[in-house]
Structure formats: C-alpha cells, structure tokens
C-alpha cells in the first residue's frame, strides 16, 4: 500500500495585499509543517505545479526551503513556473526550455510527473515531445506496477469558469497513451485551486485544493477566488489491488 500526500499552488512570491509574499510562505509552511508532524511515513508528497509565483530564481530558493522534508517531496512546473530557473536551482540542472518530465520509482509505484505547461501562457498542454516520453517510461518502466501521471492542468472541464478557459487541452493525445498502458491507477493534478474528481479516460482524475487560495463554484457566488477559506491538501490512497482512495484535509493552524 502507498501513501501520498498531494499539494498544489503554493505560490511563494505571491503579494498579497502588499505582504511581500508572506502569506503564501506562511501558507506553505503550515502545510508542510502538518505533513511533517504525522505520526506516520509518507511514501511521497507530489507538489503540481505553480511552486512560484513569478518563476524567480530567488523564488525557488524559497520553495527549496520550505519544501525541505522528512518526506520525500516530487515536483512539476506550473503556468507560473519558468522552466529555465526551476531547472537551475530545483534540480541543479544547466538552464534550459524543454518540458521538465521525471520518473520516480516509489515502492510499489511508479509516480510520472509531467509538465503542461506552456511557457508565456496560463493554459496548459502535454506536447507531442512529453506524450512520447509518457508512453516510451510506461512501457518501459516496471509493467508489473501500477503507475500514477501527475501534472499541472486538469485536462477536463470542472465547471469553474475561470480555471476551465485555462486547463489542459489536446486531452485526446493524453487519452490515447492512457488507453494502452492498463498500469495506471489514476491521474493527479492542481490549477483549479478546489479540490475536485472526475475522470479522463476511465481513470480518476483527482484535483488537489490550492493552498496558496480557494477558487469557488458559480453557485458559491463571491468573486470567484477566495483567500479567506484555510490550505487543504489530498492523501492519495493506492492499495494492493490497484485501487486508489483519495481523502480531502483543511490543514490546521499549528
């Protein structure tokens, strides 16, 4: 059985309200903070994607900080992210522009994290150059595994305005690769800021809440982005069977 816990938009560098991105840290340490406290090991926890909130070097210092772990913590680029920085000082790798794709090899999983984004622009998108390196790492990974695809846009409509005129599109390539690898046990992502699931190709698609802020549904009514409501994160669930179980928590104060 594996544990993950599951995070997404923390931001760090974001303003708010001319706080000079203290709310984002505090935010993120909270969460992380509350992660390292459990009583219990976690197998892994995945951040997806706008780790900051400008794609400043100095920005990625900070979330090598605060991302610091007992646990050990997988990351993937979001639209706020910028791919020559992020490589630079999260991965000590020579600058460069081309998608940050990764494999990690958990016990009993293997966790591929891809990146949709798209420099210059918030929507999002696995390029023909990341849909072959999803495919070729699934066949060639342990076949005996099952095998969990994180990202940073859900590549599904979530019925939030704001977030879907930004979300991953061309899911079709996705779902073609998806249908020849019967491994993988679901699909994780964030962007949305709520936690959420639906499905993509027969397989769940589960959304992380953002901890940097909260959007809303229309029916919540508001302006659509919140940053009153409390960090929550996932736990993702994936027993021996295959079968993945996700719970949802409000992350509290220490």
């Not at 390029?127 to 495919?135: F, P, S």
């Not at 800021?193 to 029916?219: D, I, K």
Request: charged share 20%; with cysteine; aromatic share 4%.
């Amino acid at each position: 059985m594996l544990t993950i816990a599951h995070l997404s938009d923390i931001h760090l560098g974001q303003d708010h309200d001319g706080d000079g991105g203290t709310r984002a840290r505090q935010r993120a340490e909270q969460v992380m903070a509350y992660l390292d406290a459990l009583p219990g090991p976690l197998d892994a926890v995945l951040v997806t994607g706008d780790l900051a909130d400008h794609g400043l070097p100095a920005e990625y210092e900070q979330v090598a900080k605060v991302l610091d772990s007992r646990h050990p913590v997988l990351t993937c680029p979001g639209n706020h992210d910028r791919r020559a920085p992020y490589r630079e000082v999260l991965l000590g790798e020579v600058p460069g522009s081309r998608p940050i794709n990764r494999l990690h090899r958990l016990p009993g999983a293997d966790v591929l994290m891809l990146d949709s984004s798209i420099p210059g622009r918030d929507d999002g998108l696995l390029d023909a150059t990341t849909l072959a390196w999803l495919d070729a790492t699934l066949e060639d990974g342990r076949a005996e595994l099952p095998a969990l695809v994180a990202f940073h846009h859900p590549p599904a409509v979530l019925h939030l305005p704001m977030v879907d005129e930004i979300r991953q599109f061309g899911e079709a390539g996705l779902a073609a690769v998806l249908a020849r690898h019967r491994r993988v046990a679901g699909l994780l992502c964030g962007h949305s800021h709520t936690g959420a699931a639906t499905t993509l190709a027969g397989l769940p698609l589960l959304v992380a809440p953002g901890v940097a802020s909260t959007v809303t549904l229309p029916c919540e009514g508001g302006p659509g982005i919140t940053f009153d409501q409390p960090p929550m994160l996932a736990f993702h669930v994936l027993d021996d069977e295959g079968r993945l179980t996700t719970h949802y928590r409000v992350v509290p104060e220490s």
